[in-house]
């Protein structure tokens, strides 16, 4: 056998991650709550997915961009209205928003009904920010506009001040 053949044998193949339907972490902010299906464990920190259901009348975070990651948000069911810059989209299930690094971006839910989406980011880095807003919350302290901002300096993310 060649050394090069006893290298490719000797290397384990990745693990296969499922995430079956009551399976994941799950956080809490508010009226909103988010089940992480993938946290970047799994894929070399190269992608993160998150199912998420917002309540009737959510609002979302403030208007925000990401320097370092693509955020994508698949709807599942329900209407989710997203502003990016001063435009609305209102999105309904079956609808795909990809936001690139850089590009102004909130959400919310304006309806009656529950909405489902699914989120991806890609790199992973923004599921610790849930995951401290979440801590933030459970200290007993309240989720300022400044204690958000904070959060998100920590994940390349800043408000986007320069629009309505």
Known sequence: MTEEAKTSESQAAPAVSVMGPGDGETIVLGTTRMRVLEDGSHTGHRLAIAESVLAP????????????HDEGFYILSGTVRFTVGDEDHDATAGTLVMVPPGTPHTFANPSHQPAVMLSTFTPDLYVQYFRDLQTVLAGGRPLTPQANFDAMSRYATEPATDVA
Do not use: I, K, V, Y
């Not at 009348?57 to 370092?68: E, L, N, S, V």
């Open 57 to 68: 009348h959510t609002q979302g975070p403030p208007q925000h961009r990401h320097a370092q």
